[in-house]
T-cell receptor, first 111, second 110 residues
Framework: GEDVEQSLFLSVREGDSSVINCTYT??????LYWYKQEPGAGLQLLTY?????DMKQDQRLTVLLNKKDKHLSLRIADTQTGDSAIYFC???????????FGAGTRLFVKA | DAGITQSPRHKVTETGTPVTLRCHQT?????MYWYRQDPGHGLRLIHY???????DKGEVSDGYSVSRSKTEDFLLTLESATSSQTSVYFC?????????FGSGTQLSVL
C-alpha cells in the first residue's frame, strides 16, 4: 500500500541550512506537500510541488523531487529558531481523501 | 485559517462514554475530513464528507461515526470511547488539492 517515510528528528544551528527528506511509494502521486506544525496548532501548508516538476523555490524554501527514486526533500535556507516545528511530508493520489502523511520530522534549531 | 473551528479544544472522558467532537467551517467548502494524530503515525484519515449527508470511511474508521446535516458542520462521534482513542483529532477542509486544518481537539480517554 501507500507509505510515506521520513526521519523523526533533525537538529541544526541557527543560520545553517536544514534539509528534511522523505520517501514515498506510490508512483501515481499527483501532488507532494510539506506541512508545518507548531506546538498546539494544526498543520499549515508550507509548500507543494506537482509531480511533473523537479524543483520549486519559494523564498527560503526549496523543494526537490526525484520521481525515479520517489524522494522528496525540503531545504530551509538560513534556518531560524522560529522554524522549529514538526514538518510533515505528504502525497496525494487524488483528492484530500487520498492524501497520505508521513510521521513527521521534528526540527530543532539551536541558537 | 480557512475559517475552521473545532470544539472542544480539550476533553477528558471515561472509557465507555460517548463523545462528540464538532468541526465548524464558514466558507462553504464541500469536502471535510477528520484525522487523528498519534506519535509515530502522522495523520490518519478517520472519515470524510463530500457533501451534506454524504460521508465515507477512511483508513481508521472503526469505533467512529460521523454526521453532516449542514454544510458548515461535521461531527465526529465516538459511540463508546476506549483508551486507544486517546489522540489529537484534526478537522480539515480541502480547496482543490490542498488541505487546511483546524487547531485540533486533544481527547484523553481514561
Amino acid at each position: 500500500g501507500e507509505d510515506v517515510e521520513q526521519s523523526l528528528f533533525l537538529s541544526v544551528r541557527e543560520g545553517d541550512s536544514s534539509v528534511i527528506n522523505c520517501t514515498y511509494t506510490d508512483s501515481s502521486s499527483t501532488y507532494l506537500y510539506w506541512y508545518k506544525q507548531e506546538p498546539g496548532a494544526g498543520l499549515q501548508l508550507l509548500t507543494y510541488i506537482f509531480s511533473n516538476m523537479d524543483m520549486k523555490q519559494d523564498q527560503r524554501l526549496t523543494v526537490l523531487l526525484n520521481k525515479k527514486d520517489k524522494h522528496l526533500s525540503l531545504r530551509i535556507a538560513d534556518t531560524q529558531t522560529g522554524d522549529s516545528a514538526i514538518y510533515f511530508c505528504a502525497e496525494s493520489i487524488g483528492g484530500g481523501f487520498k492524501t497520505i502523511f508521513g510521521a513527521g520530522t521534528r526540527l530543532f534549531v539551536k541558537a | 485559517d480557512a475559517g475552521i473551528t473545532q470544539s472542544p479544544r480539550h476533553k477528558v472522558t471515561e472509557t465507555g462514554t460517548p463523545v462528540t467532537l464538532r468541526c465548524h467551517q464558514t466558507e462553504n467548502h464541500r469536502y471535510m475530513y477528520w484525522y487523528r494524530q498519534d506519535p509515530g503515525h502522522g495523520l490518519r484519515l478517520i472519515h470524510y464528507s463530500y457533501g451534506v449527508k454524504d460521508t465515507d470511511k477512511g483508513e481508521v474508521s472503526d469505533g467512529y461515526s460521523v454526521s453532516r446535516s449542514k454544510t458548515e458542520d461535521f461531527l465526529l462521534t465516538l459511540e463508546s470511547a476506549t483508551s486507544s482513542q486517546t489522540s489529537v483529532y484534526f478537522c480539515a477542509i480541502s480547496e482543490g488539492e490542498k488541505l487546511f486544518f483546524g487547531s485540533g481537539t486533544q481527547l484523553s480517554v481514561l
